[in-house]
């Protein structure tokens, strides 16, 4: 599976956007990209996922450009709530079901 | 549904002692996954099961390690004999393949944090 690479941390003020990007340059043609979150204390928690094209949901938004070497997740409104490790995974469909989890980026929501 | 169940949610054990994690998948799903995480290395797939049966297993650490699965609703994760370098959060998830799809979303349970000491 291809390798992510995502900043170690960020900072976002409550009610703004949250832009987490997440580069994947030698990801393959039929890997998918993968977002999960985990806040402090709890289990991961999935987030979207995508192959080509952008996809939303009632959690985030995920922009993934032309050429797919990166993605950034996007939170439209953070909250307080969001502040948590978001994790950025590549994997084929084909392959094992096995996540494999980088260190992911420490989003801190302030007031 | 009331999501992945792990019991229990701390353990605190001595080195040596025999270790057993609980995990009640959510009902339906049939794929099982037990994970480890700590600070130095991050969250690791230690071994994962579809429709109870073992599939891969080869992030288990050692033989201290062993996982069942005897029916659906419920999986095992034991360790022994216990040592202070298995200290850490145990997690479970469970997911479903839709029409034989890959499942891409995995539930997490809430962990058990095991200190061993």
């Known amino acids: 599976d291809a390798k992510t690479t995502q900043p170690t941390s960020m900072d976002c003020a409550e009610g703004r956007a949250a832009n987490l990007p997440c580069n994947h340059s030698?990801?393959?043609?039929?890997?998918?990209v993968y977002w999960y979150r985990q806040i402090h204390s709890q289990g991961p928690q999935y987030i979207i996922h995508?192959?080509?094209?952008?996809e939303t949901n009632e959690m985030a938004s995920l922009i993934i450009t032309e050429d797919r070497k990166s993605s950034t997740l996007i939170l439209p409104h953070a909250t307080l709530r969001d502040t948590a490790v978001y994790y950025c995974?590549?994997?084929?469909?084909?392959?094992?079901?096995?996540?494999?989890w980088g260190a992911g980026t420490k989003l801190i929501i302030k007031p | 549904d009331a999501g992945v169940i792990q019991s229990p949610r701390h353990e605190v054990t001595e080195m040596g002692q025999e270790v057993t994690l609980r995990c009640k998948p959510i009902?339906?799903?049939?794929?099982l996954f037990w994970y480890r995480q700590t600070m130095m290395r991050g969250l690791e797939l230690l071994i994962y099961?579809?429709?109870?049966?073992?599939?891969?297993d080869s992030g288990m650490p050692e033989d201290r390690f062993s996982a069942k699965m005897p029916n659906a609703s419920f999986s095992t994760l034991k360790i022994q004999p216990s040592e202070p370098r298995d200290s850490a959060v145990y997690f479970c998830?469970?997911?479903?393949?839709?029409?034989?799809?890959?499942?891409?979303?995995?539930?997490f349970g809430p962990g058990t944090r095991l200190t061993v000491t």
């Open positions: 995974i590549v994997r084929a469909p084909d392959s094992n079901y096995q996540l494999i």
């Open positions: 009902s339906g799903h049939d794929y």
């Open positions: 030698t990801i393959s043609g039929n890997e998918y």
């Open positions: 099961f579809n429709n109870n049966v073992p599939i891969d």
């Open positions: 995508g192959l080509k094209n952008n």
């Open positions: 998830a469970s997911s479903f393949a839709v029409q034989g799809k890959v499942p891409y979303e995995q539930y």
